[in-house]
């Protein structure tokens, strides 16, 4: 008779959107079950919700979650690091991985405030919800094999991942990957609104837009083309899509978009030494 390897335990210290997602996505992809999770949030509306939608052990204790764990992901905002770090330092063993998704958030900051190295460090994105996401993620060295592969499966039940050697790299992704998702959103945003402009119903522009975005990054993907090789097929001398482009150009979009994601990163930065 084969034995079963034992259900991989989780606990998510955080039940937000991005610990909803992972808790979704973990279940979604048979990474393990409802009844090896257990989620804390200090909302008890959240926890009810969380326990009602996916079955999961719901607690406003941080300390109870721990005891049933074997990666505990810590999903909250970087502002609460510290508090929490505090409530649980010198709780973790050596054989329970630690994984941060909070933005900014230094692995040699998290180690100090938990007393414990056996840390993963990652930057997920809003679109993990639905597995179409991408995570750039790194670890410290104390982390052994069995431990990257678990942190390396919960991360791809949200899409993509990434693995880096150097943190850096993680701030930088916080701005293009983590925050992009906002800035394509305010692109949305105004290519609707300008089809509204001209005449076209909502709902058609709503969808004519979307199409044309997925279908573009597709087409990106399949071609394995630079953007401006796909910009040069649309535009053609003298044409409809010129003029748009000439207009994108004296507004300055394309270095609005670049100085937004210098100033994400910054930010990023700022967070991580604070």
Not at 33 to 38: F, G, L, T, Y
Not at 65 to 93: C, F, W
Not at 222 to 234: G, I, N, Q, T
């Amino acid at each position: 008779m084969v034995k079963r390897a034992n259900k991989l335990k989780l606990a998510f210290i955080g039940g937000g959107i991005m610990g909803e997602a992972m808790i979704g996505g973990v279940m979604r992809n048979g990474l393990t079950s409802a009844d090896a999770i257990i989620a804390s949030d200090p909302d008890a509306q959240r926890r009810a919700w969380l326990q009602e939608k996916y079955h999961v052990t719901s607690t406003g204790d941080n300390r109870e979650a721990l005891s049933r764990a074997d990666v505990v992901v810590l999903a909250i905002k970087p502002q609460n690091i510290p508090e929490v770090s505090k409530e649980l330092k010198g709780l973790l063993s050596s054989e329970q991985l630690v994984l941060s998704i909070a933005a900014g958030v230094k692995m040699a900051t998290l180690s100090q405030g938990l007393n414990h190295d056996t840390l993963v460090r990652a930057m997920p994105n809003t679109p993990g919800r639905i597995g179409q996401g991408i995570t750039v993620w790194t670890a410290t060295q104390k982390t052994s094999e069995l431990q990257r592969e678990r942190a390396r499966s919960i991360l791809t039940a949200l899409g993509e991942e990434v693995y880096v050697e150097d943190e850096k790299y993680l701030d930088m992704a916080t701005a293009l990957s983590a925050s992009g998702p906002g800035f394509i959103a305010m692109i949305i945003e105004s290519l609707i609104e300008g089809g509204i402009s001209i005449g076209l119903p909502r709902e058609m522009t709503r969808r004519l837009v979307l199409k044309t975005i997925v279908g573009s990054c597709y087409l990106l993907q399949e071609l394995e083309k630079h953007p401006a090789e796909l910009r040069d097929m649309v535009t053609s001398p003298g044409g409809t899509t010129t003029e748009g482009v000439l207009v994108l150009e004296e507004k300055g979009v394309r270095a609005a978009l670049i100085q937004a994601i210098r100033a994400t990163y910054e930010k990023a930065r700022v967070l991580g030494s604070e």
